[in-house]
């Protein structure tokens, strides 16, 4: 067990529609990252929230947004959903620091299976 | 950004040791070394990491070579359960984000 959740952890739903992937860090991890992997599919960094502020970018939709609250748990949002959404959501923590991340490992939660139908 | 080679897959007989490679001939001297593995099926899972000196862990072991060019991440006694992709990334002190990106990995293979 890893210590990082992701709820739900199986989603089925049609085109078109907007769905929520929550996510959960280990207790005292500031960071949180997104990724995307599609069946057979390497992983695609989305992005990453560090204490509640975006910290970087990668290949994220514009139908696609994130955020992380002051609890330190975050929220993938997808909307519009086509097909080729449908893939396995990772999220993963790790402590991280205001200075630096080099030296810090990550932890990744189950993922959450989406399809679009 | 600094980037990883890794063999596309390897080999390897139950119980034997092994060896997965990584190049990095661009790391800069902040860059630490990643090494996560992704079972069928199941969030990728840290396995080690280095800077300069080899380190050791129940799980494995990182050989970094002398100009930190290249690494080995060593599976002392491999079984079954560690038929996985193994990823190697590197991870800048002070870069955030955009250096915790995936490759393709190497997908070991364990027979019994």
């Known amino acids: 067990d890893s210590g990082v959740t992701q709820t739900p952890k199986h989603l089925i739903t049609a085109t078109g529609q907007r769905v929520t992937l929550r996510c959960s860090p280990r207790?005292?991890?500031?960071?949180v990252y997104w990724y995307q992997q599609s069946l057979d599919q390497g992983l695609q960094f989305l992005i990453q929230?560090?204490?509640?502020?975006?910290?970087a970018k990668g290949n994220i939709l514009e139908r696609f947004s994130a955020q992380q609250f002051p609890d330190l748990h975050s929220e993938l949002n997808l909307s519009s959903l086509e097909l080729g959404d449908s893939a396995l959501y990772f999220c993963?923590?790790?402590?991280?620091?205001?200075?630096?991340?080099?030296?810090?490992?990550?932890?990744f939660g189950q993922g959450t299976r989406l399809t679009v139908v | 950004d600094a980037k990883t080679t890794q063999p596309n897959s390897m080999e390897s007989n139950e119980e034997e040791p092994v060896h997965l490679p990584c190049n990095h001939s661009t790391i800069s001297g902040t860059d630490y070394i990643h090494w996560y593995r992704q079972l069928p099926s199941q969030g990728p899972e840290y396995v080690i990491h280095g800077l300069t000196s080899n380190v050791n862990n129940r799980m494995a072991s990182l050989a970094i070579a002398e100009d930190r060019k290249s690494s080995t991440l060593i599976l002392h006694r491999a079984t079954l359960r560690d038929a996985a992709v193994y990823y190697c990334i590197l991870r800048g002190y002070d870069n955030y984000g955009q250096n915790f990106v995936f490759g393709p990995g190497t997908r070991l293979s364990v027979l019994p």
């Open positions: 929230y560090y204490n509640g502020e975006e910290r």
């Open positions: 993963a923590s790790s402590v991280s620091s205001r200075t630096g991340e080099g030296g810090t490992e990550a932890f």
């Open positions: 207790s005292g991890d500031l960071s």
